[in-house]
């Protein structure tokens, strides 16, 4: 297929701003292949105007507009993907030089002894978290009239859930009924270190999240960029495979 002026442009720029066309047919800011913007005169008499070729522009005015807006959309998301990446090394970074200093004040070791403890009660605060939002799914089916089979499975994963609660309990009561139980001045001392690293992890968690939301936007306006800039190209070929058959008509009359 042959390429036009517009993705010329895309060459050098992927997801370039084009410019806004003007009812008279010419761009401001990129110029989009002539054949696109050929046409009457639009100064003349409103009674003269095509109005084919003044809806044919004004699809183009759209598309130029939509590939404008996706492309600001792109920019702007790549750059708040950018500031993510940034966040996100910057609290590593911040939180490795935080553990060091607490391994160096608390000990190795008893970090070590009392990570089960905390590990475990993780899993525990975890679990009840799940349980809560099972719980509510249940019951928000229930309301909305859900199939019984949609219900049963729900359920089922509810009682999975407070399964294994229920194991981390036990597991968290063997622990401190063990004779290798950490006493409490342990866990007290050991507290700072297992809770900033809890801190670390949630707040990773927000930053992915933002990362594949914005990820999602760039390719949801990518997509919309290309859409768009496929339909320029179609509307291109259409122009020049309608001049050429004009041209080849006239060379026959002309012949004859």
Excluded at 39 to 55: H, K, R, V, Y
Excluded at 136 to 154: I, M, P, S, Y
Excluded at 235 to 256: F, Q, V
Aim: a positive charge; proline letters at 3%; aromatic letters at 4%.
């Amino acid at each position: 297929m042959r390429r036009h002026k517009t993705s010329n442009l895309l060459q050098q720029n992927p997801y370039p701003a084009v410019g806004s066309l003007s009812l008279t047919g010419s761009p401001e800011i990129v110029e989009v292949d002539k054949s696109l913007t050929d046409g009457p005169d639009l100064t003349c008499n409103q009674d003269e105007i095509n109005l084919s070729e003044l809806a044919r522009l004004m699809d183009i005015e759209n598309l130029l507009s939509m590939m404008n807006f996706a492309a600001e959309e792109i920019n702007a998301s790549q750059k708040l993907a950018s500031s993510i990446m940034d966040l996100q090394q910057k609290a590593a970074q911040k939180h490795q030089l935080r553990q060091n200093q607490l391994q160096s004040a608390i000990g190795e070791e008893r970090i070590a002894r009392a990570a089960p403890y905390f590990h475990n009660k993780m899993l525990l605060a975890k679990a009840r978290k799940q349980i809560a939002l099972s719980a509510a799914a249940c019951a928000k089916a229930a309301d909305r009239g859900e199939t019984a089979k949609t219900q049963e499975q729900l359920v089922k994963r509810h009682g999975l859930q407070v399964a294994e609660y229920k194991d981390a309990q036990q597991k968290a009561l063997q622990l401190l009924k063990g004779a290798s139980a950490p006493p409490s001045w342990l866990l007290r001392r050991t507290s700072p270190f297992f809770e900033a690293e809890h801190k670390h992890r949630a707040h990773l968690k927000e930053l992915k999240g933002a990362e594949i939301r914005c990820a999602r936007q760039i390719a949801k306006a990518k997509s919309r960029y290309q859409c768009a800039m496929r339909k320029l190209e179609a509307m291109s070929e259409a122009e020049h495979c309608a001049k050429n058959s004009a041209a080849a008509c006239d060379g026959d009359l002309a012949a004859r």
